[in-house]
């Protein structure tokens, strides 16, 4: 958990150009690894003790609505994976409560944003990144998101909740 705190840490005091450019400097900076560098999706190997050590970048290539080479995102794991084990669940929880009290007083910010369903997160959106820590009845999370990529996501679904609206609207005159 503290080597996390420490990515997240570095994330947001990170300059940001929110490139594929971005991915050695950054690795660097945080004892990562970068692989399949100029793949469609580079990935990095982070140094924690967790069974999927493995991250993978996410980064625009056609037909995407941003240009050619934008990181969108990457996400990386805090605690194991773990599959089909509702036991551990309640661990899982700890884990994510006290995360995202230090990622809290490591960025001095309140959450800008929650969910709780069909897994729990909080949201940070930071001067230069958008920030999630998520819990599922299988791992602990951390996104590090474009900003501009995730205000993207937000209008898609803004868009798609407003076209449901009008279809329930247009039933309900029927």
């Known amino acids: 958990m503290d080597r996390a705190v420490q990515v997240v840490r570095a994330a947001n005091e990170f300059e940001w150009s929110w490139t594929a450019e971005d991915l050695p400097a950054f ?47 990457l996400d990386f794991d805090v605690t194991d994976v773990v599959l089909d084990d509702p036991d551990v669940k309640p661990a899982l929880n700890a884990v ?14 309140r959450p800008t944003g929650w969910w709780v369903e069909p897994t729990r997160g909080l949201r940070w959106d930071l001067s230069s990144l958008v920030l999630e820590v998520t819990v599922s009845d299988r791992s602990v999370w951390v996104g590090l998101i474009n ?8 209008e898609i ?18």
Do not use: C, M
């Open 27 to 73: 690795a660097a900076s945080v004892g990562w690894t970068l692989v399949d560098v100029g793949k469609e999706y580079p990935g990095l190997v982070t140094d924690f003790e967790v069974n999927r050590p493995d991250t993978t970048a996410f980064v625009s290539v056609p037909p995407a609505p941003f240009p050619r080479g934008q990181l969108n995102h």
């Open 147 to 154: 900003p501009a990529y995730q205000q993207w996501n937000e």
């Open 96 to 109: 994510f409560d006290e995360f995202v009290q230090r990622v809290f007083e490591t960025v001095r910010q």
């Open 157 to 174: 679904a803004r868009i798609v909740e407003q076209q449901q609206e009008d279809e329930e609207d247009e039933e309900d005159e029927d």
